[in-house]
């Protein structure tokens, strides 16, 4: 039987930021906490929701949610994604769950994939209380997992990809309404910010909230280039979990292997047979990578 779960909502820079609040039975309850929010475009009914009560199952009280502008939360534009924003709305969340009555402050992990996996790492380097991360298939280097897609998408579909960028972004400077751009691709003519075959089942995985859409001042003002976590590695604390899909055509895997080469035994490294949206699926996999996640939460979030 599914645990019970409570929505919640939090304020960031004066917008409504929703999510669910999954918590343990009494009984389980092992006082720590974990907060959750998916990749680029990614809303937490696309796939987070089957982690979040997993982690509660454990003993965790597990909060999942939406940035501004996404899915079931307030903000606008809709579907921009700024890195600063989002950095906002990960601390906000942290400090949602932080006051939790039963929930110990001092003993709060970070979970995050793809995009947010870059997220995790820097917030936790911001604040040093953060106790453990779990980094899932993670973009840790924007430039080389933008050289990754630019590769899978070939040089065609680049140049026209480029093309609808600067399109969209002369429209905005003289304030025309955006025209998104696509994401991730439906079929193999696509043409789409997520370039590997692979990315199209992620329409596939997107729930009721989830838009195939990435508003295109997202890369003027958005900042992405700096979620660049590879950066860190010399001043981190934080012990991490990183989980890497073999065969994921989406991110670096270079950037990760490396990060966590630099990292030493702060970083745990651990390789699945999967692609970059493998373990958001109902499988083996899916199922490996939570018991992991679970036994690493287990091993530095409680006393």
């Known amino acids: 039987m599914s645990l019970m779960f409570t929505e919640l909502e939090f ?25 959750l929010a998916h990749g680029i475009c990614g809303t937490m009914d696309t796939g987070l929701f089957p982690y979040a009560e997993a982690f509660a199952k454990a003993g965790f009280h597990a909060l999942v949610f939406d940035y501004r502008g996404f899915g079931l939360s307030d903000g606008m534009p809709r579907q921009y994604v700024s890195v600063p924003r989002q950095r906002k709305d990960w601390r906000q969340a942290i ?61 065609e579909k680049t140049i026209q990809l480029q093309q609808q960028l600067l399109k969209r972004m002369r ?14 691709p439906n079929n193999d003519a696509d043409v789409a910010v997520l370039a590997h075959k692979e990315a199209q089942i992620y329409p596939k995985l997107g729930g009721p909230s989830w838009r195939n859409e990435l ?8 900042k992405l280039i700096e979620n660049n976590a590879s950066l860190l ?31 030493g035994p702060l970083a745990r490294l651990s390789t699945y047979d999967a692609l970059h ?27």
């Not at 304020?11 to 907060?35: E, F, H, M």
């Not at 508003?215 to 958005?222: L, Q, R």
């Not at 934080?238 to 292997?257: F, K, W, Y």
């Open 233 to 263: 590695t010399d001043d981190l604390t934080v012990p991490m979990l990183v989980q890497m899909g073999a065969h994921d055509r989406c991110v670096s895997n270079e950037a990760i292997v490396n990060f966590t080469r630099r990292c």
């Open 171 to 184: 429209a905005r400077l003289f304030f025309k309404k955006a025209e998104m751009i696509k994401i991730a």
């Open 11 to 35: 304020t960031s820079q004066r917008a409504k930021c929703r999510g669910r609040l999954y918590q343990p039975k009494q009984k389980d309850s092992n006082g720590a906490g974990i907060v």
């Open 95 to 155: 400090a949602c769950l932080r006051r939790h009555a039963e929930v110990d402050a001092d003993r709060i992990g970070l979970w995050g994939m793809s995009f947010s996996g870059g997220h995790v790492v820097h917030v936790a380097h911001k604040d040093p209380t953060i106790r453990a991360v779990v980094a899932q298939v993670p973009s840790l280097d924007p430039m080389l997992s933008g050289h990754v897609g630019n590769y899978e998408r070939g040089p």
């Open 277 to 303: 949206f493998t373990m958001l699926q109902d499988n083996a996999q899916r199922k490996s990578a939570i018991n992991e996640a679970v036994g690493f939460y287990k091993e530095h979030l409680i006393l």
């Open 215 to 222: 508003h295109p001042d997202s890369f003027i003002t958005g």
